[in-house]
């Protein structure tokens, strides 16, 4: 396996992993009574992807690959988000491979933000 091929399935599993996160994540009570009715009626996942800039201009790729791997980011973490189904858990209204970054790039010293 190249060396890129072994980022990008490293890269696929981080994203899985965080799409479990997320999931479990809204099975919790929260605090105020009214974000808990919204965050179980919605159940919201999104997977950050701190330093994509950074990483795609590491292993140069094309716009064509970036288009499919955030593709392939996207159909990964919706299977792993749907997977708790079976736990009887609903299915998230939104899941998305990218979400708006910003300040923990800031905080992870040298990485871009998006």
Known sequence: ???TESLIET?????????RIGVRMTTIDLE???WDEIQK???L???SLTGWVDMNEAVGMTVEEEIALLA????VTKEESYRYDLMGVPRPKNVTAVK???TQSL???????G
């Open 41 to 43: 009626m919605h159940r």
């Open 32 to 34: 105020l009574p009214e």
């Open 107 to 113: 905080l992870a010293g040298g990485v871009s933000s």
């Open 72 to 75: 392939e980011l996207r159909k």
């Open 100 to 102: 708006p970054e910003g």
């Open 11 to 19: 890269l696929l599993q981080a994203a899985r992993i965080s799409a």
């Open 45 to 47: 996942t999104g997977c």
């Open 1 to 3: 396996m190249l060396k």
